[in-house]
């Protein structure tokens, strides 16, 4: 018992993963992730807007009305979002202007409105902390997944190196981002049901 | 007059095809996916979101103006949006408590979804970059709307093929919507002869 208590729920990598499996943030994978560096950038404001905002949130008192809490999550978010920039801007200037929009996006991103009230917010604060880190990293294995896929094919570099020649050019397109997450969800699923079923088998 | 009509149906198409929020930018394509399980969510969202980016955008025109030219000023949009959203939401809800109890109680759970998804802060975003003039905000806030009914109804028409046991089961629901989706968007960009720049 004391032993499940310890153990790190690891949920939001692959079984609730918030692009391939709830489909909650999909937008900056689809259309920005088409690159290495791209992703890159793209994690570290998902990280920064989205994680500093659940643990800050998290003093928001639960008597105030749900309607105003949203309204006050989406505000901290967007005050976050301006030291990200600042800071992005400093180390990426040229890929943060390029994902720009993106970033502006992750202001309202499903992270903060859906899932604290549905599941961070229900766990004690040390565990939520973790938590929701796990869900960042879930969101990250996907971006630089994408980003090194879309690289290769579209470029033939790899964080800028060159690999190999272009093989399609389209990889950057938003329809080849669409398609290429739908497979990851599909072999993200083959994954899940797999660790299901042999943890099933071992308990039996 | 003609003019600004004529600049005004244009960025609704644009908006509409061209630049669709879901198939081009993938704005709100999660919600378009939940929205898209029900023929009255389908409505529901799409006339929430139409009159959210289009009321909106009126009133973001106002601010544009004011801040963009500013020095840093891009770094406080957010905010700005997000204020003019939350004012937006608090005062439709107000409304629609008041004035239809009933419908207050079917929307209320899911309201936040169709108010504060990326489809209408992402119109707000490229209004600024698109939309020249007040009817130019107004067109492209309003097209978004309709792009994202459009949208809706092209994933809803699609919901129970997609979700049969004709489809492999890893497949089934999430992931082949989303591949279907990239067709569909395939298909407008090919319509259009344009790719969007990222």
Not at chain 1, 99 to 127: C, D, H, Q, W
Not at chain 1, 191 to 200: E, I, L, P, Y
Not at chain 2, 3 to 31: C, E, K
Not at chain 2, 181 to 189: Q, V
């Amino acid at each position: 018992m004391a032993e499940s208590k310890k153990r790190i729920n690891t949920d939001g990598l692959f079984r609730q993963n918030v692009v391939l499996m709830s489909g909650l943030v999909t937008a900056p994978i689809i259309v920005a992730a088409t690159t290495l560096q791209r992703s890159l950038v793209l994690t570290i404001s998902f990280f920064a807007v989205s994680y500093v905002s659940i643990l800050l949130c998290r003093f928001i008192s639960r008597k105030i009305v749900y309607t105003v809490r949203i309204l006050l999550y989406t505000i901290v978010a967007a005050i976050m979002f301006i030291p990200t920039v600042i800071a992005l801007r400093f180390l990426f200037p040229e890929t943060t202007q390029e994902v720009m929009l993106y970033i502006e996006l992750m202001v309202v991103n499903s992270l903060i409105l859906a899932k604290t009230e549905s599941r961070f917010y229900l766990e004690p604060y040390g565990k939520m902390s973790v938590d929701a880190l796990i869900f960042i990293a879930g969101f990250a294995m996907v971006a630089f997944a994408s980003g090194a896929v879309r690289e290769i094919l579209s470029y033939g570099t790899l964080f800028g190196f060159h690999v190999c020649e272009p093989i399609i050019p389209s990889a950057k397109s938003p329809f080849f981002g669409f398609i290429l997450v739908g497979i990851f969800a599909a072999v993200c699923r083959a994954v899940v049901g797999r660790r299901v079923s042999s943890r099933k088998g071992r308990s039996e | 007059m003609s003019n600004i009509f004529a600049r005004t149906i244009s960025l609704i198409m644009v908006s509409v095809f061209t630049q669709n929020a879901i198939f081009d930018r993938a704005f709100g394509a999660n919600v378009a996916i939940y929205a898209s399980r029900k023929d009255s969510h389908v409505i529901g969202f799409s006339i929430g979101i139409t009159v959210m980016t289009t009321l909106a955008s009126m009133i973001a025109y106002l601010f544009d103006g004011l801040l963009l030219p500013l020095p840093y000023g891009d770094l406080f949009m957010p905010l700005v949006y997000v204020v003019i959203i939350s004012l937006l939401y608090v005062i439709g809800l107000f409304i629609l408590w008041r004035g239809f109890p009933k419908l207050y109680g079917k929307v209320k759970k899911y309201v936040h979804l169709a108010i504060f998804n990326c489809a209408v802060f992402g119109a707000l975003f490229l209004n600024s970059t698109f939309g020249k003039g007040f009817a130019g905000y107004v067109g492209y806030g309003f097209g978004t709307g309709i792009g994202f009914f459009v949208a809706c109804f092209l994933i809803n028409i699609a919901n129970e093929k997609l979700s049969s046991d004709k489809i492999p089961k890893i497949f089934r629901g999430y992931p082949i919507m989303m591949i279907y989706i990239g067709i569909i968007s395939l298909a407008f960009n090919v319509l259009v002869g344009y790719t969007a720049e990222f």
